[in-house]
């Protein structure tokens, strides 16, 4: 097995992202002046919670980080409304990748090595990053940093300061 959820992925499967990217147009090698991305719940969150399901944050908070993310000069991106391929080719040419513990982050297996993720925690996983995004940002080099879930919305901003990407 080239990757195991949870643990964690062997070069084969790195190799299977890169050729991945590169087959739907994304960059192959970092730009380091390339687009920063926020991956946004706020939309996918509140059709969640026009169904009555649960979700992991607060709509308050979504759009909080939507709003600082933006400010910080990230293209603010509801990855559903997209198609796959777009979302390979924008993970694939971003510097720095943003976005709350899941799936959506996980994209960043098509980002070149040496791209920035940042992972902001929530309910589910608070204090610490996932663990299938630790495995994931480790096999293909990508410096990460987690901002716990306990640090507020607008506060995520000098958090950004600290990084370097505000």
């Known amino acids: 097995r080239s990757i195991v959820v949870n643990g964690w992925a062997e070069p084969e499967a790195v190799a299977v992202w890169r ?10 090698r970092l730009d380091p002046d ?8 706020t939309a996918f969150n509140a059709a969640q919670r026009a169904d009555g399901a649960y979700v992991r944050t607060s709509a308050e908070r979504d759009r909080t980080l939507d709003d600082v993310f933006g400010a910080a000069g990230f293209r603010v991106v509801a990855p559903e409304t997209l198609p796959v391929l777009e979302q390979i080719r924008l993970a694939a040419g971003a510097s720095v990748l943003a976005g709350s513990a899941g799936t959506a982050l996980h994209l960043s297996a098509f980002a070149p090595a040496g791209a920035r993720v940042l992972e902001l925690g929530d309910d589910r996983s608070p ?16 410096p990460s940093a987690f901002v716990p879930y306990a640090v507020a919305a607008a506060d995520v901003a000098d958090v950004l300061v600290g990084l370097g990407l505000f």
């Open 19 to 28: 050729r991945m990217a590169a087959a739907a147009g994304g960059a192959t």
């Open 127 to 142: 204090d610490v990053q996932v663990p299938h995004q630790v495995a994931v940002d480790a096999a293909c080099r990508h």
């Open 34 to 41: 390339g687009p920063r991305v926020f991956w946004s719940r």
